[in-house]
């Protein structure tokens, strides 16, 4: 697994123990799944905007790359907040390899 992913994924398991006074993270897991949540949305749209605009012309690459960074750096405090690793995740797309995206989609449980 990437290094920065692991490493990072450390530091917010960590956090689990920190005052919300002394840490983002930590104030982001006393404030609940609700307001995780609320910060994965919150990201997603911004980088789905930051997209439009570098589609639209815009000089806006660097802002997708950053709300991107934001986008998954919530989405691993979700995941672990929810004592979930991203080296899960990671196995979940291993397995994707080499398989039609429609008939991984089909094979899906509803």
């Known amino acids: ?5 692991k490493s990072l994924a450390d530091v917010l398991e960590q956090r689990k ?3 919300g006074e002394s840490s983002y993270v ?3 897991y006393e404030r609940g799944l609700n307001k995780i949540l609320e910060k994965v949305g919150e990201e997603a749209t911004e980088a789905i905007l930051a997209a439009k605009d570098c589609q639209e012309g815009a000089d806006a690459g660097q802002a997708v790359i950053e709300e991107t960074a934001d ?3 919530h ?3 979700m ?3 929810l004592d979930l690793r991203p080296e899960q995740v990671l196995e979940e797309l291993e397995k994707r390899f080499n398989i039609s995206g429609l008939d991984e989609k089909a094979s ?3």
Do not use: D, I, K, Q
Not at 1 to 5: D, G, K, R, V, Y
């Open 1 to 5: 697994m990437n290094e920065t992913l």
């Open 17 to 19: 123990s920190a005052s």
């Open 26 to 28: 930590a104030s982001l």
């Open 71 to 73: 986008l998954w750096f």
């Open 75 to 77: 989405s691993l405090v």
């Open 79 to 81: 995941l672990a907040y």
């Open 108 to 110: 899906r449980h509803n």
